[in-house]
């Protein structure tokens, strides 16, 4: 897999361009190189024999000779001849080479001393070894230029590929949703291309996050109806069961079920009951579904609980219990009427069904930061700690036996407290010296 991958692949690509680069450059340069090193050279050697040929020229042609020899014994390092124009040698140096080939790869020069004599000078050893020498630093110069260019090549690929290879490392972990830091800084495209990719991954774990929260939540709300209908169903079941005995009672003419006046406004009792309970079932499921949406408007708290109040002051006065409302008048929040209505009037309810004989329930407001703190204590009163939370659970009821006596369905505290949360209130139910005090936090308009 390392030979396909992309470090091998620019590697390759680039070690290759700058070799032919290289070799396009040595193939144009070279023979121009050669040719130039061959006329310095010659150039070289002509100043060399330049001394002679000056004394040749101003010499009789039968002294050619004798000038020649004493020329070699001074250098006897050179090697040349002289020739006639029919080619015909009239001396040579020990060593000259007077066959006319160049195959040996010593630089030759013809010098014409007259119309008749022409003087063939050779390089020496040393300027051909000085040749040798130059081509030798010039293959020297080509592995360097050659071994600079790979490594080159392997640097430049390197960097190319090492930010692409940890983007490549950081999506494999993405996609294993692995955490991966944020990538370090860069101006280019790639730096562009890793903080995008980065930037989707985090957008990608939110929505992953948020999708298991709603998972959780619909598997939540799937149990909480679950438990509701069944607990529904629980209380339903036993009214309508003692409405069938009652009326079979009736149709045998069986004891006391004879006086079918009395038993069948029983009945009525009961359907009354559970046509109520079925209601506020409905209501709860509405609520649910978010099929009740909030209609915010302005409202005065005190007209509000005060419009209120004379529903429950039979029942208090009943238990010779008192309501004091301490609410100051101009007041305002903002606020679903009809909603807020049914929230308040199940609170006020529930703490006139909870006061002992003889006490108190007293509603007064506070202010708290925009908003006006809404408080009901029914006086004397004290639930345990642990009930508390459970008594917004659907048809919970702290006296089973007492409250469906009493009417009470064990729905009422399970409606505040979805139509409070549908109209994002904030709402708390504790224990206090005085007695239980519920609050909610109403949005000062």
Known sequence: MKFRGIFFKVFTYTAIFLVLLICVTITLFSRQFISFYRVSQMQRVSSSYQHLVDQLQGESESDFPDLAQRFYENNQSYQFYIVDKEG????????????????????????????????????????????????????????????????????????????????????????????????????????????????????????????????????????????????????????????????????????????????????????DAQTKMIYEILEIVSLNDGKITPLPEKLDIRGVVTDLLPNFQTLADADEQSIICNIPNGETVLADSKMLKKALSNVILNAVQNTPKGGEIRIWTEPVADQYRLCILNTGARIDDTVLPKLFDPFYRVDKARNRKDGRSGLGLTIVQKTLAAMEIDFLLENTSDGVLFRMDLPEK
């Open 88 to 271: 015909q040698i009239i001396y040579a140096t020990p060593h000259a080479d007077t066959s006319g080939s160049t195959s040996s790869g010593n630089l030759s020069v013809i010098v014409s001393l007259n119309k008749n004599f022409t003087l063939r000078a050779q390089s020496d050893n040393a300027i051909t070894t000085n040749y040798s020498g130059l081509v030798s630093q010039a293959l020297v110069a080509l592995a360097a230029m050659l071994a600079v260019s790979i490594t080159g090549a392997f640097i430049f690929a390197r960097q190319m590929t090492k930010p692409i290879k940890r983007l490549a490392d950081n999506t494999r972990k993405m996609a294993n949703l692995e955490d991966v830091p944020p990538v370090s800084e860069r101006a280019d495209e790639l730096g562009d291309l890793a903080r995008d990719v980065h930037s989707m991954y985090e957008k990608l774990k939110d929505t992953i996050a948020r999708l298991e929260d709603e998972i959780l939540r619909e598997r939540e709300m799937e149990e909480t109806q679950r438990h509701f209908f069944s607990a529904a169903s629980h209380e339903l079941k036993t009214p309508i069961a003692a409405t069938g005995v009652l009326l079979e009672g009736m149709l045998e003419n069986v004891g006391d079920y004879k006086d079918h006046s009395r038993y069948l406004r029983e009945c009525i009792r009961l359907m």
